[in-house]
DNA sequence: AGCACGCCGACT
DNA sequence: GTCGGCGTGCTC
């Protein structure tokens, strides 16, 4: 007898193994084992089993150490969910699936508890018409039948309730649900609110920096099919379900969706569309932003939109939305409107939270009169100053590429006094102080969140207990205020990054605007001010309506006359490389292979410093869902030359 | 990813 | 003389 082995290595392939006649009777497609590999004993997973040697001449096999499980740890669905991981999103099978399974061969099931106890409480207040028809659709739904539905509306109109009573449902009938949130933290409460209706032990809270044992628990009782409500981050989608009824995604625009870091590469979109389609779940996703992506599976009829429309009772209120400049007569970063604003709020003793929506642009050359940004003559991205020893002191467009003098005329104002743009949250903070010296002012960004000592956890913690004036924070901090205590928010620099090289820009930017209205209109006195210094670069008139929908069907129509995802998809290839030479040698090389696979070819473009020891660029290659599994493919087996190294990210949502 | 083999620099 | 740097190659 023989098998098939995958390893939890970076490796695309299986190896063949002779079974010893002792454990033929164990094993089985499914089953972890450990055996001789490379010099070295180590866990690997059967994948297949026959009775004819199918190896290569010429190798000699090696035998089967031990079996380590006595039934596969996944169902039946953990090798289309590898096949279609790797089709979507490429990288090594071995990663692929050992990112669903522990490799650890001391990790064993544990035995399912001998009984449940389940009693689920739901609150008696009445439910508004929008929740009514959501519950009375998706109870009608045969059950193991795929179902996939958006619960569109904008915040404080019952769209978590709805999923949590559903999944009370689920629970109540033995079944699985599974409920995933973009950042455990920010869901404390809502965890909190799931373990009094569902009991604290019929309530997984799963995550991917948890206790191994208590990572383990859940695992097992998962695996065993015990009835459950998960709520985790997006690796909580690759758990072994037994009988998933239900999956719910929460805030489903969030990017935090996506993963792209670590191997391997998902997007929970699409793979909760895959899963819940194999179990016969109900697949659930609630905004109020959808990304782009899901709307256009609501045109197509891919998905079924039950729209949320009345507001939940005591939530009735819409913020005041004002637009202001970037500069006032007293302050050349604060107008004068939110400076009396804040006034205002100190003297109420409230909390106001100022966000800096700049990321990859701290040397950004903006006009000293009206505060506009030098922008490429070429394709009107913001340009960036930087000062090389071989080229100077220059502007440079990171988008395309293309080089301008620090001579500049103000597009907006003519005037010709420009000024980099200098410093982070810590200017403001220094500025506000001017102002406001009484005043308690914290510091929010990914600087002060890096040691656990630094302000951030400060002041996320000020956020929800109002024990600050005023947080001057980067675009994290506006997606902790979740139940914050903050009446006043304001956006300094709005249309800084709409003409960065990420065409999601303003996609990301539409969504924090409608973000912040959503937080701000749960509060009687909510105000949101935004500083703009070119107040056409984003159309404002959704977002003061209160009406996503107009907002994201403009950015559709320019995705669709682009050619940019949901109408396209992408592959983004990172090339790295110490030389120079070597590099765009690499690069052209790649482009030459790909470039006739593709509908279209877009870089390389820089990225980072070029200062850096290691130089990096990328290509991006725009493809069709026909063209797709093929150009991923060649991409995904490319061997690079010898000192370079490649990075292939199939969706990408990183573009800096 | 590990792990070993292999070929050049600064130590007792 | 050799200890150890990490560049390269292989895993049934």
Known sequence: MYCKVVFDVPLDRDFDYAVPVALADKIMPGVRVTAPFGRVLTGGMVVSVSEVCTAPEGIKLKEIASV?????????????????????????????????????????????????????????????????????TIRSFAAYEFHPVLLNGPAYTGKTET????????????????????????ARQFIAEAEARFGTENVYCWHSRMLLSKKKKY?????????CVVISTRSGALLPFKNLRLAAVLDEGDEHYKQEENKPYYHLRDLLMFRAQMHGAVLLFSSQTPSMEMLKWVEEGKI??????????????????????????????LSDFLLAQLAENLNRKETALLILNRRGYSNAYYCLNCGSYAKCKKCGAILARENTPEHGDRLICKKCGHAESLQQECPLCHNLIFKSRGGGTQKIVTELAKFFPKARLLRLDSDTLKTKSGQGFEALGALKSGQADIIVGTRLASGALRGAKVTLAAVLDAELELD??????????????????????????????????????YDYAPLLAGDYSAAAETELALRESFLYPPFVRLIKVLIKAKETDLLHAETARIKRMAAPLALDTLGPVWCAKKTDTLKKQYLLFKTDDRRWLDLLAKLDSWTPAKKVTLKIAADPYDFY
């Open 219 to 227: 695992f097992s009782a998962v695996s065993n099919g015990v009835p």
């Open 304 to 333: 079924l939109q039950l729209p949320f429309t009345q507001p939940v009772p005591g939530h009735h209120f819409n913020p005041q939305i004002k637009i202001t400049n970037k500069k006032g007569e007293r302050s050349k970063y």
């Open 500 to 537: 960065g090289p990420d065409f999601r820009a303003s996609e990301k930017y539409g969504q924090m605007l409608f973000d912040l209205r959503g937080h701000l209109s749960g509060l009687a006195d909510g105000r949101l001010i935004i500083q703009a210094a070119d107040k056409e670069a």
């Open 68 to 136: 380590v499980d006595k039934r596969p740890l996944f169902g039946s669905d953990l090798f289309p969910l590898m096949r279609f991981m790797k089709a979507n999103w490429g990288g090594p099978i071995g990663q692929i699936l050992f990112a669903l399974v522990p490799p650890q061969p001391y990790f064993k099931l544990e035995n399912p508890p001998s009984s449940v106890h389940i009693a689920v409480q739901t609150p008696s207040f009445k439910l508004t018409s929008s929740q009514e028809n959501a519950l009375k």
């Open 163 to 186: 999923v949590l009573r559903l999944a009370g449902e689920v629970l109540a009938g033995y079944g699985q649900a599974l409920i995933t949130v973009p950042d455990i933290a920010a």
